[in-house]
């Protein structure tokens, strides 16, 4: 099967999940709306008491959320990084919708009101490291919505933003020192789902899957090294759409240590 791998294009997103777009939580989107209406004027980030910052609006032809926690406003070129991811996603959101919005009133089909919600929160803050998770839920007018992941390491140090797929020497080194344990613990979340055995380890949606292809977050229980992993694997990669997102978590191993680029080695221990 094909790994569903998130990017930050909105683009991609909406033009991917078109017809087939889950509401975080399970809720399915059925909004419609009538004649267009004039656009709500975008709020400001509005930091919270906690310097959080979030802004929604909400008006006939779509809904946006995004957000991210106060530790991340707190490093200004952080920040503006995430309010540009912010910017562009509202700005291309504002062309899709006005674009569908047309081509239903063209086509005399009723419109339904698009979504985006992009929240992403803190995993692990420890010395020289900030590790952020997120879930982005789009709806764009089909059947269901769709919720994929992103994972984002920052170097403090360096006041740069990296992938953490990147912090290992490659995804094939992520692949062999994970991969097994991995498995492991996807099946037995599979059985806990399915209510019973997995079956043909071979068949779709029960073979073991390459974890590399998918958003690992980088956690810690001791406030000082990243001692633990999730892989985020979202819905149609492990499973059929009803049984949702699969998150796998691991403890750091030795083997996973040897596997990451040797600049990143000192901020994880084994558990």
Known sequence: MRP????LSLAILLAG????????????????AGASATPVAPEPPAPAATGASAVKIAN????????????AAAIPALAKRLDAERDTALAQLKRETASARK???TGDFPYRAYDYQKEWQRVADIPGWLSLSASLYTFTGGAHGMTVYDALLWDKSAGAAIDPTDAFESKAAIDGAIKA???KALNAQRTKKRGGPIGDETAMFNEC?????????????NRRSFDRITV?????EAGPYAEGTYEVDLPVTAALI???????RPAFSVK
């Open 4 to 7: 569903f791998v998130i990017t």
């Open 17 to 32: 999940c078109n017809a087939e777009p889950a509401r975080v939580g399970g809720n399915e989107v059925d909004a419609q």
């Open 60 to 71: 006939d032809d779509f809904a946006f959320d995004y957000s991210y926690p106060a530790e």
């Open 103 to 105: 081509g239903a009133q």
């Open 181 to 183: 344990p991995f498995c």
């Open 209 to 221: 899957i390459d974890p590399s292809p998918y958003p690992i977050l980088f956690g810690s229980s």
């Open 232 to 236: 985020m694997v979202p819905p149609y």
């Open 258 to 264: 040897a596997a990451l680029k040797p600049r990143f």
